[in-house]
């Protein structure tokens, strides 16, 4: 049986169109059909169907991650589910590790970090503007999650507290300006993502992040088409979302260590010592 406090999502068949609910005695959904009583509805299980008072058939589902990203209050663009699940796996969040984050926006990639470090991890996350960090802790509120993230309202430019995290996401205008903090905060090895949504963007980021001298770089889109389901008529759905963002990854490296040259190198005129880049400062 569904209980009280669950969120539900009831999904119309005909039209693919759906409510998303958190049960309460005593309350009620309003659809075309009539009404539905959260009562009576906790009197079933997820996964069965039920007809409203004039006889329509709903089904009462289990909600995925990207329900709760749709439905998100924003006053922001947010990060969406297509590259969210992405960024997941390629920063590697784990439950009880700690993300560090900025823009907050209106929280939608926020509050899907805090849903996979679980209750030992946490999440930090950083906006300069009050009103979108308050609008994404109401959402995460919503959402279930808000005590396992911390709320910062500071610009970037006065970089981020952490240090030793294991994942940084960047969300801002001019991540650029910024891989700095991002360095900062990361813990060697670890890994930077960045969004952004023109390719003009990408060209300054990545040299700033050759600066840092971050690793294994990547830059890449994520496109998504959707298909009818008519088993007669199998075809992509006439409309697509074109284009959201740019995603950019990057690893954390370390200077290498001075090492002790064999020969006079300035004589053989070779490679600098310490394996560093032919521009980088001298090891001291
Ligand atoms: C596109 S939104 C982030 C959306 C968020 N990732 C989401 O999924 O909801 C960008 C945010 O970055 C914030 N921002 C921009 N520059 C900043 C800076 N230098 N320091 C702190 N926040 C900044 C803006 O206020 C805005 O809320």
Not at 134 to 148: I, S
Not at 240 to 261: D, N, R
Request: proline content about 6%; overall charge negative.
């Amino acid at each position: 049986m569904i209980s009280e406090g669950e969120l539900v999502l009831i999904w119309y068949p005909k039209k693919n169109d759906s409510f998303l609910v958190r049960m309460q005695h005593g309350m009620v959904q309003g659809t075309h059909f009539g009404e539905l009583k959260h009562s009576d509805l906790m009197q079933h299980s997820f996964g069965e169907g039920l007809r409203t008072p004039k006889g329509e058939v709903y089904y009462l589902l289990r909600p995925t991650l990207g329900e709760y990203t749709r439905r998100i209050k924003r006053q922001t663009q947010i990060v969406f589910p297509k590259e969210a699940g992405f960024i997941i796996e390629h920063l590697n969040i784990f439950p009880g590790c700690t993300v560090v984050e900025c823009g907050t926006g209106s929280g939608s990639l926020c509050c899907t970090f805090a849903h996979f470090v679980g209750d030992t991890g946490k999440v930090c996350t950083y906006d300069r503007r009050p009103e979108f960090s308050e609008l994404a802790r109401k959402n995460a509120e919503r959402w279930g999650v808000a005590h396992r993230i911390e709320f910062n309202v500071r610009s970037l430019d006065e970089g981020f507290k952490e240090r030793g995290a294991d994942a940084v996401f960047l969300d801002v205008p001019n991540p650029w300006e910024h891989i700095d903090k991002a360095y900062e905060a990361l813990a060697p090895g670890n890994h930077l993502g960045i969004l952004v949504p023109t390719t003009n963007q990408i060209s300054e980021t990545l040299r700033a992040l050759q600066d840092f001298g971050f690793a294994d770089v990547q830059v890449l889109e994520i496109m998504l088409r959707h298909y009818k389901t008519e088993p007669n008529r199998i075809r992509p759905v006439d409309m697509m979302i074109g284009h959201t963002g740019y995603l950019m990854f990057a690893v954390k490296t370390l200077p290498m260590e001075c090492e002790e040259p064999e020969t006079d190198v300035s004589a053989s005129g070779s490679e600098p010592p310490c394996g560093a880049a032919e521009d980088a400062e001298p090891c001291a």
